[in-house]
C-alpha cells in the first residue's frame, strides 16, 4: 500500500573537520539526514534490492550540501553498509542535539517499509517501519519506528520536514509499506511528503535514461531531484518546501503513468492514477526556503535597435511534443486539453513518439474522455513508425480485444516485430504466445528459444518459465538440477513462482541437496508476496514444526490467507484443522466446506477425507 509514513531521519550536524561558515546571529540553521538503503543483509529484505536508493540519496545529498546545508547521508549499497539501524538512530541524536525551535531539519528516507500490528497498552495498533540495511522483516525491534521517530522529533526537533519513500512491496500481492495514517500522532511544526498512497506502490525506473539502463532512479526522488536542481524556482529564485511538494505532486502520478500504465486505476476524481504522493501534518509561518538561487543580475547596456519584425517560426514536431510534455506535467484539465492539441497535431506529421502520446491520452482520458478505440488506432500509427514500446502495448490490445475486435493473429505478429528490436518483454511474451497457441501454431521449441533470449537479457519472467519447462519436461527432458538453476536466477529477482516450486525442490533434494533451512526462507518469501500455494506450505510447516518451530496458530494464519485466494491445499489443510479442532474452534460443516472446495479442484486427499466423514465430494 502505499503512503510511506516512516520517517523521520532529520539531518545531522555532525562534527567533521571541514570549514564552517559561522550564522549570522539568528539566522536558523539547516540539518538534514539523508538515508539509502539499495541492498539489505537479511532475509526476506536481501531478495529485494532497490538498485536506485541509495544512489538517489546520495544525490539529494550533495544537491544539499550545493545549497548550504549541513548533510550526513547514510547508505548501503554492495560492500558499502553506512546505514544500518544504530548509526541512523544515532545520527538522528546527533544532529538533534543543541536544535532550536527555529531550526530547520530535514529528514529523507528511500528504501523498505513495513506495516504491521504491534501492541500498544491493551491493544494492537498498525504500526509503521522503516527498514534499516541490517533490519530483520516484521522485528520491531531491528527496524526504525515512525513513532519512536516522531516523538523524538517533537521532543528535540525544530521546524522538521520529511521525504519518505518506503513503500516498495507490491500490494496486490500482500505488500504493505508505510502509509500516513499509521503514524498515530505528528508532531507539531512538522510535514511529511510520502512517496505514495495508501494501497499504492512506490516505483523505481531506469526509464528516463533509455540508453543508460544502469542509471535510474525512484519515481518520487526523480522529480524531487528535479525540484530542487531548478524546475520547482519561484521568480526570487527559490526553491520552498511549498513550492517543491506542488511540483512533486503534480508530476508524479504522471511519470507513473507513463512508465508503469498497467498499473492504473481510476481514482475517485475520475483519473487514472498510479503513484501520487501525500502530504501530512504542516508547521507555522512562511514555507522554509530549501534552495536559494541567485537572481541574475539586471542588465545596464545601452538599449539596442529593435530588430527587425520576422515572421514566427512555425514549432517543429519535436518541439510541439517536447511542449505537450510540459503543459501534460502540470496535470490540469485545461493544459491537458491544450497538450493533447499539439500531440496531435505533430502525430498528424508523423511524429511517432507524439503518436504514441496520443494513444495514452485517449488511454488515460487526459484533455478527452477515454476512448479505447481512438487509442489504439494511434498506438498502431506509432506502432508502423517502428516504436517497439508502442508495438508492445499494440500487440496486447490486439490480443485482448481491447478497442478494437480482438485478432491473436496480428497481435502475435506485432509481438514478433518488438521482439525483433530487442524489446525484452515483447521476446518473453513471444515465448508465451508460441507456448500457449495463442496467435501463432503451438511451437513448444520456438518458445523455448524465446525464453532462453529473454534470460540472456536476465529477465527473470523468461528465466522461471524455463525452469518450468525443465522441471515438468515441456520441450526437453526432465531435469530437476537445470530446473533448479533457472528458478534460482528467477527466485533472486522476487519471482513467487520460482522461489515457490525451488523451496519445494530444497526440501525433497530433488535436483539439489537439501537445504530444509533455505526452502524455509524461500517459502517465506513467496508467502510474504502473496503467493497462495507458498502460503499453505508455510503454514504446513508451522503446523508441523518442519523448519521452524511448531506453532499451530501461525500455520492457521497462512492457511487461511491460502484459502482467501482459493488454494486447494490450503482449503484441504484447514479443513483438517476445523475437523479437529486444532488451533481453532471445531467446526465439522466449515471443515466439510472447505474439503468440497479442494475436492473440487481435483484434490484427491480432499476426496478421501469427505468420504471418511461420510459424505460424497
Same mark, same amino acid.
Given at each position: 500500500m502505499c503512503p510511506r509514513p516512516l520517517v523521520w531521519s532529520l539531518f545531522l550536524a555532525l562534527a567533521v573537520p571541514v570549514l564552517v561558515i559561522a550564522d549570522e546571529p539568528g539566522t536558523p540553521r539547516k540539518r538534514a539526514l539523508v538515508v539509502g538503503v539499495s541492498t539489505y543483509q537479511k532475509a526476506g529484505l536481501a531478495d529485494k534490492p532497490l538498485p536506485f536508493a541509495a544512489p538517489d540519496m546520495s544525490l539529494l545529498g550533495e544537491e544539499l550540501k550545493k545549497a548550504g546545508w549541513d548533510v550526513r547521508v547514510l547508505v548501503s549499497r554492495g560492500t558499502v553498509n553506512e546505514a544500518t539501524r544504530r548509526n541512523v538512530l544515532g545520527a538522528l541524536d546527533q544532529m538533534l542535539d543543541g536544535v532550536n525551535a527555529n531550526d530547520l531539519i530535514l529528514v529523507a528516507l528511500s528504501g523498505h517499509g513495513q506495516q504491521f500490528p504491534v501492541k500498544v497498552g491493551d491493544t494492537e495498533q498498525d504500526e509503521a517501519f522503516f527498514c534499516p540495511s541490517d533490519g530483520t522483516p516484521r522485528d520491531g525491534d531491528t527496524l526504525i519506528g515512525m513513532t519512536e521517530l516522531m516523538e523524538k522529533l517533537g521532543r528535540k526537533g525544530g521546524r522538521n520536514l520529511m521525504l519518505v519513500d518506503a513503500c516498495r512491496d507490491d500490494p496486490r500481492r500482500g505488500g504493505k509499506g508505510v502509509d500516513g495514517n499509521a503514524a498515530r500522532q505528528i508532531p507539531g511544526n512538522t510535514a511529511v511528503l510520502f512517496s505514495?498512497? +495508501? #494501497?499504492?506502490?512506490?516505483?523505481?525506473?531506469?526509464?528516463m535514461f533509455p540508453n543508460q539502463p544502469t542509471r535510474g532512479h525512484g519515481v518520487f526522488f526523480h522529480r524531487v531531484l528535479q525540484g530542487l536542481g531548478g524546475e520547482a524556482t519561484n521568480d526570487r529564485g527559490e526553491v520552498t518546501w511549498t513550492r517543491l511538494v506542488d511540483y512533486v505532486c503534480e508530476r508524479v502520478n504522471d511519470d507513473a503513468l507513463r512508465w508503469f500504465p498497467e498499473r492504473a486505476v481510476v481514482g475517485l476524481d475520475g483519473e487514472k492514477v498510479v503513484q501520487t504522493p501525500h502530504l501530512v501534518g504542516s508547521f507555522v509561518g512562511k514555507s522554509p526556503v530549501l534552495v536559494k538561487r541567485a537572481a541574475a543580475p539586471a542588465k545596464t547596456t545601452a538599449a539596442k535597435p529593435a530588430p527587425p519584425r520576422q515572421t514566427p517560426k512555425t514549432a517543429t514536431p519535436e518541439e510541439q511534443y517536447r511542449q505537450g510534455l510540459k503543459l501534460v506535467a502540470t496535470k490540469t484539465t485545461a493544459n491537458d486539453v491544450k497538450a493533447l492539441a499539439l500531440f496531435r497535431e505533430a502525430a498528424e506529421k508523423g511524429h511517432g513518439f507524439s503518436q504514441g502520446y496520443v494513444g495514452y491520452m485517449y488511454a488515460a482520458g487526459r484533455g478527452t474522455s477515454v476512448d479505447m478505440a481512438e487509442s489504439a488506432k494511434w498506438f498502431r500509427r506509432a506502432s508502423i513508425t517502428g516504436d517497439p514500446e508502442s508495438q508492445f502495448k499494440y500487440a496486447w490490445i490486439l490480443l485482448n480485444g481491447t478497442g478494437v475486435p480482438a485478432n491473436a493473429a496480428e497481435g502475435a505478429r506485432w509481438m514478433a516485430k518488438a521482439a525483433g528490436q530487442g524489446y525484452t518483454a515483447a521476446i518473453n511474451d513471444l515465448g508465451f504466445l508460441y507456448e500457449m497457441g495463442q496467435g501463432v501454431k503451438t511451437d513448444l521449441h520456438r518458445a523455448r528459444e524465446q525464453y532462453l533470449a529473454g534470460a540472456?537479457?536476465?529477465?527473470? #519472467?523468461?528465466?522461471?518459465?524455463?525452469? #518450468?519447462?525443465?522441471?515438468?519436461?515441456?520441450?526437453?527432458?526432465?531435469?530437476?538440477?537445470?530446473?533448479a538453476k533457472w528458478y534460482r536466477l528467477a527466485a533472486d529477482q522476487g519471482h513467487s513462482y520460482a522461489q515457490d516450486h525451488l523451496a519445494s525442490m530444497l526440501w525433497e533434494g530433488r535436483g539439489v541437496e537439501k537445504d530444509r533451512d533455505e526452502s524455509f526462507r524461500l517459502y517465506k518469501m513467496a508467502a510474504d508476496?502473496?503467493?497462495? #500455494? +507458498?502460503?499453505?506450505?508455510?503454514?504446513w510447516m508451522h503446523a508441523f514444526g518442519h523448519g521452524t518451530d511448531q506453532d499451530i496458530d501461525e500455520a492457521v494464519r497462512w492457511y487461511k490467507k491460502a484459502v482467501a485466494q482459493g488454494d486447494a491445499k490450503g482449503q484441504l489443510w484447514l479443513g483438517s484443522m476445523y475437523e479437529t479442532g486444532t488451533g481453532v474452534e471445531q467446526n465439522r460443516n466449515e471443515a466439510v466446506r472447505l474439503y468440497r472446495l479442494s475436492a473440487n479442484q481435483g484434490e484427491t486427499e480432499a476426496v478421501a477425507a469427505l468420504k471418511k466423514l461420510g459424505y460424497e465430494p
Open positions: 505514495c498512497a +495508501a #494501497r499504492q506502490q512506490s516505483f523505481e525506473t531506469n526509464q540472456a537479457k536476465e529477465w527473470g #519472467r523468461s528465466q522461471c518459465h524455463l525452469g #518450468r519447462m525443465a522441471e515438468f519436461g515441456i520441450s526437453v527432458e526432465k531435469n530437476q538440477a537445470v530446473a508476496n502473496g503467493y497462495p #500455494r +507458498a502460503q499453505a506450505n508455510l503454514g
